[in-house]
């Protein structure tokens, strides 16, 4: 059943089963051509072993995997055109730098000065071509970093698997690498399916995030959606800072809902798709969304307490007491115009919604 | 597609080598057990089970002899293993536990020279060495020729003991006012008793099996089991010699598995 | 035999620096009469005159190493030219355990590999069933191997029993007996180290391999066993060294015409040659050989761990 499509990757009601446990649950999800595609989650929701059934190391226990149309599953490591950047890069410590990144080509059948010559320019793509004799051992964690995804690179896969390659790197490597990947995926044109447990990592990368947990795809969709419309408590928790309150909804009308908390306040937002009216669900309300004032701004501001400021760098981060009602947080920038919204500890004030700021969410 | 796991840890007939492997180690002292209980005076010949071979042992012709050789092997394993494991607790402590010192890796090297010599040369000049001072081959010498040997067998499951016992026990004692003396016999030598039960075990293993050495440096007319067996097969295998090859056989895999049980039991807790 | 250990692990520390001195003073004492001194005393002989009914007499003499080199012809009085006897008899040697030491590698290492890759929990049992018989007293595996291939013995039996072979096989008093008696001797020296290895290697390297398209035997050769080769080289010396000096394998296995080292030094001393210094300088030069090769093992060592 071969057909030629333009996904890349088509997983299909994948199952991954270790006696009892079950690592993943029915996963299907297309990944197009030419994507930056990030797996997202906590460790053990199921994202490494998703990518090493991809690889080749896993077996599938049902369902199938295919490549461009054709399926893959069954076939060993050495025969898909895919290629990993291990976690810990994996850099053979008895080969030279030249020769770790021209080892796929030399096992593809190229002779060992074509196969050199090759590992030589992708060394020179990734800005390492004065180490090229050294051995692993004697390069930084940043440049085994580098020599790691040329060695990927080298064979040109059709895909390229990366397996957290970035958690080892200090935080200012990190962020530079996370640019110079999304510029070499976009340089080389090979389709990207990168693995983090780093929420910022996924956005900051992505054409599009598959947030897994427990073995499941929870959401997928671009950094902005995810971010914006999360679709149920794990997204919102996970990603980023987030306000839970729990709510009735009273009414929907007009593809707004309107909803009630604790203590008599009201809130309206947009309408879900599968909350009606009557429903007891949690809205999320991101705190970067929200803002203070002496006077309520508009019928639905929320009347609260500042229990403290925190002070964290680019922000400042306020502890509220809703009347009658949960804590809650609010951040505002360490700016002139973010601290003029800054109040003492004990102050009555008022908060006040964005746009968008709220979001009913499926539990 | 046939869809089946691709382990590319298992290499195809790794385990049957494996198998072969605990074949070959295994039939040959099974082969021997087995015939030790054959009732016909014939090694090639199965007439059935007996235990005629070990009554021999006991009370034939030859007994005498073999008893006093197996009271020499057991005497002298004793006392060496007693003795090189109290030598070999003793350096452990102080290598390990001594600090870095100038003659720290050489009194390493000295305590396994035993083991980097070949036998046969430990042998031979343990037995230049008796004959250059004058004295007598006898038990006496073979007695200090296994000491001397059994100290290196002795070390390896002391220290690598010693090695997992984090020094701030010791450390914990005496800051809470013992002596040093008292750290090391209230609470590194308790902790230590399962490295020095195994070491004493193989010294006595080593010591009880060693013939080289002990047929270069006994005195004429004084044997030890494995010296007397030797002496028996160069007139050919015999049954009772299987029988009697069949009980120490025995006695040294006991006291393996005891060792090794000790030493896994501890690793659990 | 593990010559190339550390002295000491991580946890060492200095709470015993004052009385290590008398804490090693028995060490050196013991091992210093009993082992130093005799080697120095044997270095001694070996330049001393024989005795004919063995022992020596107190008088300068290079005659144990002329002998040993040197071909003087029928009365000793011609000039000297290479005496081929003994040093085919160590060459001889050399080949036999170097066979012994492949026939491990070829056994051992799938062996160790198999272990090592076992669930953990499996693993000490399967090192425990490999190790059992090495501490079965050497004479009596030595004796029960004989037993077993003898012409007549139980293996001849069964394969002549079941029509494998309609002639016994004639294992006993071959080199090859000799080998299987040197393989059976020290095995696990061989599957230990090897297992060691396996156990640290980082199975993330096989992967990469076979994620850069090289098939599972590819990737045994150019990852697998580059990365193992430490336990490899430490097995094959720890195989070699004791199999070079032997004396019951050769002596019981090999017959007359497999004669070893062992068998020409135990000679001299206990047999009817009974000449003491030439005795003394064939275990020097047994020795040197032994230290040479155990000295350029440590600077691999070395040198590998950088």
Redesign the interface.
Same mark, same amino acid.
């Given at each position: 059943m071969t057909r030629k499509t333009n996904d890349a990757i088509e997983v299909r009601n994948a199952v991954k089963r270790y006696g009892t446990f079950t690592a993943l649950k029915q996963v299907s999800l297309t990944i197009s051509d030419n994507e930056f595609f990030t797996l997202l989650g906590p460790s053990g929701c199921g994202k490494t072993t998703l990518l090493r059934m991809i690889? =080749?190391?896993e077996?599938?226990t049902e369902g199938g995997i295919f490549l461009f149309g054709e399926?893959i599953? =069954? +076939?060993?490591?050495?025969?898909r055109p895919?290629?990993?950047v291990?976690q810990?890069y994996? +850099?053979?410590?008895?080969m030279t730098v030249l020769d770790n990144v021209g080892? =796929?080509l030399e096992?593809?059948g190229k002779s060992k000065s074509e196969a050199r010559k090759r590992a030589g320019e992708v060394l020179e793509m990734v800005q390492l071509s004065q180490f090229s004799a050294r051995k692993p051992?004697q390069l930084s964690g940043g440049q085994q970093q580098r020599v790691a995804l040329a060695?990927?690179l080298a064979?040109r896969p059709k895909v390229l698997l990366l397996d957290e390659p970035l958690s080892a790197l200090d935080l200012k490597l990190r962020k530079a690498m996370q640019i110079e990947l999304k510029h070499l995926q976009k340089e080389t044109g090979i389709t990207f399916i990168f693995v983090t447990h780093d929420q910022e990592e996924a956005l900051t990368m992505s054409d599009r995030v598959a947030v897994m947990s427990a073995g499941e795809v929870q959401q997928l969709g671009d950094a902005r959606e995810i971010y914006e419309r999360p679709r149920n408590m794990f997204v919102a928790d996970f990603i980023g800072e987030t306000n839970l309150l729990e709510v009735t909804v009273d009414q929907i009308d007009a593809g707004r809902a309107a909803c009630h908390l604790g203590g008599g306040h009201r809130l309206t937002c947009d309408a879900v798709d599968g909350i009606g009216a009557g429903a007891r669900v949690h809205m999320s309300l991101r705190p970067e969304r929200l803002f203070l004032s002496s006077a309520p701004t508009e019928s639905e501001s929320l009347k609260a307490r500042v229990r403290e400021n925190i002070f964290i760098g680019t922000d400042i981060s306020t502890i509220l007491d809703l009347d009658d009602g949960p804590e809650f947080r609010v951040r505002a920038s360490n700016s002139s115009r973010g601290t003029s919204r800054v109040f003492e500890p004990g102050t009555e004030v008022f908060v006040n919604m964005e746009r968008g700021a709220a979001r009913l969410l499926v539990d | 597609?046939?869809?089946?796991?691709?382990d590319?840890r298992v290499y195809p007939g790794f385990r049957a080598i494996t198998l072969l492997c605990l074949v070959i180690l295994y039939s040959p002292l099974i082969v021997v057990m087995v015939y030790s209980f054959n009732a016909s005076p014939s090694i090639t010949n199965w007439e059935g089970l007996s235990l005629r071979w070990y009554a021999d042992v006991f009370t034939g012709p030859e007994s005498a002899k073999f008893k006093s050789a197996a009271r020499n092997s057991f005497v002298i394993a004793l006392i060496a293993a007693t003795v090189a494991t109290t030598i070999a607790t003793l350096s452990a402590t102080a290598i390990l536990r001594g600090g870095k010192f100038r003659l720290r890796t050489l009194s390493f090297g000295l305590i396994s020279l035993p083991l980097m010599v070949p036998e046969i040369v430990t042998a031979v000049a343990t037995l230049i060495f008796f004959n250059a001072i004058g004295f007598d081959r006898g038990l006496l010498t073979i007695l200090l020729a296994h000491i001397a040997f059994c100290i290196p067998f002795a070390y390896l499951p002391i220290s690598a003991r010693m090695q997992g016992i984090e020094a701030t026990y010791e450390q914990a004692a005496m800051d809470l006012y013992a002596t040093r003396r008292q750290a090391f016999t209230r609470v590194l030598l308790p902790l230590m008793a399962p490295g020095i039960v195994s070491g004493f075990i193989l010294a006595f293993i080593v010591s009880l099996d060693d013939f080289i050495i002990t047929n270069f440096v006994k005195g004429a007319g004084v044997e030890t089991l494995p010296t007397a067996i030797f002496g028996a097969v160069k007139q050919g295998i015999k049954p009772n010699i299987m029988a009697i090859s069949t009980m120490l056989l025995g006695v040294s895999v006991v006291m393996v598995t005891l060792s090794w049980l000790i030493s896994r039991k501890d690793r659990k807790t | 035999m593990a010559g190339g250990a550390a002295t000491g692990g991580s946890s060492t520390s200095d709470t015993y620096a004052e009385a290590r001195t008398w804490l090693l003073l028995p060490a050196w004492v013991t091992l210093g009469i009993l082992v130093l001194a005799p080697v120095a005393i044997m270095l001694v002989y070996s330049f001393l005159t024989k005795e004919f009914r063995g022992g020596v007499i107190w008088e300068f003499s290079l005659g144990a190493y002329d002998q040993f080199f040197c071909n003087r012809g029928l009365f000793g009085d011609e000039p000297c030219s290479i005496e081929w006897t003994y040093i085919q008899i160590f060459w001889r040697s050399i080949w036999q355990a170097g066979a012994a030491t492949l026939l491990s590698l070829a056994i051992g290492f799938p062996t160790a590999y198999f272990i090592a890759t076992r669930p953990p929990r499996q693993r000490t049992l399967w090192v425990f069933l490999v190790t059992i018989p090495y501490w079965v007293n050497l004479l009596i595996r030595t004796v029960s191997m004989k037993f077993l291939l003898r012409d007549e013995g139980p293996l001849n039996d069964f394969l002549t029993g079941t029509g494998l072979l309609s002639e016994p096989l004639a294992i006993v008093n071959t080199n090859f007996a000799v080998q299987l008696g040197l393989f059976y001797s020290y095995l696990p020296f061989m599957v230990l180290p090897i297992y060691a290895a396996v156990e640290r290697y980082?199975f #993330?390297?096989s992967?990469? #391999?076979?994620?850069?398209?090289?098939?599972?035997w590819?990737v045994l050769r150019?990852?697998l066993l580059?990365?193992v080769k430490p336990g490899i080289v430490a097995g094959c010396i720890l195989v070699f060294v004791p199999s070079l000096g032997s004396f019951l394998a050769p002596d019981l296995l090999g017959g007359a015409r497999n004669f070893m080292i062992g068998s020409l030094i135990e000679e001299q001393f206990k047999g009817n040659a009974g000449n003491w210094p030439f005795g003394a300088a064939a275990s020097m030069i047994l020795l040197t050989m032994v230290l040479i090769i155990l000295l350029i093992f440590a600077r691999q060592q070395a040198k590998a761990e950088?």
């Open positions: 690889a =080749g190391f077996d599938v399926e599953e =069954g +076939l060993p490591p050495h025969k895919i290629n990993t291990f810990n994996a +850099l053979f410590p008895h080892f =796929g096992m593809l051992s060695r990927a064979p | 597609m046939a869809k089946g796991k691709y590319l | 980082n #993330a390297l992967e990469a #391999a076979s994620d850069l398209y090289a098939p599972r590819t150019r990852i580059p990365s950088g």
